[in-house]
């Protein structure tokens, strides 16, 4: 028995070799199948139903286009995309969207990423629209070490969590409240076209009104943060519930003090709410700014038609930048055709968003999360390649914020006759500030 | 006081629509002692009706009132004949279940055929229009909709204590074997409680869609305010209905100008939860 024990074969041993290598290969073999699959599967989360489905049913209709660039050719397309046929650092790997639908609802946001994560084993998470949801989904993304980009949502909190595999592609609130007291500052200095110098005391008083989920308390923090630093006074400050019955109260509240500065972070059944209300209760100021979402929906145009004539929005798009841009015009032309209407600020970003997803695996070449987190992390994407007008997407940490987009950047738009002309940056305005605003007619 | 007097006329104004949503439900609570989860389903097809009858025939918004009406009556009877009799032979958590899958079969209905995208009309003789009185300001739809809506609760009132119908209604609530002795077709009485609660609910959508968008999910938003509201006024009173609307209304608009808006949904269940713990049977409940 002893004896037994001590021998070993020199052909037992040569086979147990033989089999290690061939496993150790095949494993190697299956691991790099894996890692260059013929399908990559990308988690979509958005609202897709209750009262801001219409801007989730849109980030979907655009991140499904993008798709269909990435994975089959398009050759008068005149960006890299448009040659693709599947992502070709992958060997052509076509991306596959699994869409899930939050309802607007944090919890059951994190609920649906678990499930795209441990059940349909997807690559990474898009998404999500609401800030409050991009909240909870980022935060089961880094537990299980699976990156998101997130193409819209602007709350500044979301880069401020030394989260490394969160990526948000927007330019934030404080980005864009910033700009707003700039061209403020400006209008006082008399530089804005089509309006003289505006004494301050005209605009200095702000009525905040804001919605209570994690996005709209973001917007107001900067709000406050942001006045302050440029001398302006807030004079009504109002925080409603999203998605309420009925908002006279809040309305009367931010109308009472008469402010002469209006100024809304609203999701679009809110907005639509809001501006019946102040409608009916015939509100006046002199300026009217928004911060997009529901102000700067086809669907907030559609219901108020000639009454938005002098609404400002903060956004980082506008039909107007066809001029500078024939790439957005030629990709919203195909847009329109499907979801017969055109690009506004949420679905044009959630197209760059899906965008930089193919660009981030194309530079991966692998579906290792880790591989990819290293490709965003170091991502530098043309502003040629994009329909947006920023210089290009590129993710760092800078100013306590980490993986935030820095070359991203906004507009403000104003509607006249219902189309959103560019009132800021001053260089890129295609059309004459209206001043005052003339009132919901 | 200017403000004051502003916030306590839209808060009259307000509550008579909530008076109005929870109507329907307090008839149908009163007549069979069964909660309808459905109810905030019954609006919005109230809702969807009044759209789609002003958008394709391009008529007057307040002249859909009556189609909106006969919907849900018809809505109301025929979820009573085709589901609510049967469940009724059942236990009492089958009753609840039945209601509760009425609506998310009635909501994901609605998102089949409409989409979740949410419609508003806005042209009609009250959309978008207000008068100053003083330093009120007077919203036209919302003025409309508390004038019918009090004229809906001066029918139904008189309906429930003069007519033969009403009482036969009456004393099927009360006893339903002591009414069926009677001679009453204590059955039809039930069926008909649906319709009327249908009907009222359907004309509060009707009136609703002048100054309020429609998307398949908004009865959650005005059902939950019903809820309160019937459980403040006590179930199956149609006089408490119409009180605790008006307080409804108070508690929203007051509460939300004065405390806060962020207090004003706490305020309305905070009374909800006062009312179940202290007066079960509600203001007027028996």
Redesign the interface.
Known sequence: MGAKTKIISPYFLKVTVGLLVVSVAVSIGFGMARAQPAEVKIGVIYP????V??A??MSKDAVSLCVDYINNKWSQLPIPIGNWEGIPGLNGAKIKLIFADHRGEPDRGADLAKKLILDEKVVGICGCYHSSVTKTVSTVCEKHKIPMINPESTSPVLTKRGYKWFFRATPHDRIFVRDFFEFLELLTRGKVPGVGAVPKSDIDEIGACTE?TEWGAGTRDVIKEFAKKYGYKIVSD????H????????V??LL?PKPETLMFASY??DA??LT?TM????AKANVFWSQDVGFYQP?YIE???AATQGILNRTVFSKKLFAVKPVARHINEEFKKRAGVDFMGTSARAFTGMQAWAYVLNKAQSTDPEAIRRAAETIEISGKDLIVPWKGIKFENVGGETNQNTWSSGLIVQYQKQEPEIIYPLDAATAKFIYPWPGLK | ME?LL??LV?ALL?GMLFALVALGLAIIFGVMNIVNFAHGEFLMVGMYTAFLTATIFSIEPLLTLPIAAMVGFLLGIASYYMLVRYLLKGPMIAQLLGTFGLMIFLRYLA?CIF????K?L?HGLLI???I?WGPV?L????LGTAVLSMLGFGIIYWMMDYTRLGKALKATALDVEAAGYMGIDTEKMRGLAWGLGGATVGIAGALLIN???V????GI??CM?AFATVALGGFGSIKGAFIAGLIMGMI??????YL???Y??ALIYLTFFLVVVIRPKGLFGW
């Open positions: 897709l139903s209750g009262p489905a219409h989730g049913q209570n109002v925080t409603y519930p998605e309420s019955p009925d908002l006279t109260a809040e009367r509240r009472t679009i059944s639509i709410l019946k409608k009916e209760l015939k669907k219901t108020f038609g | 403000m502003s916030t839209s307000m998102m989409g979740p995208d949410y508003t806005e978008g229009k207000s100053m300001v919203s036209y739809p919302r100054f309020y968008y998307f398949p999910t908004i938003l005005f305010i929203i608009d007051l509460g939300g100008t806060g808006p962020q004003k949904f």
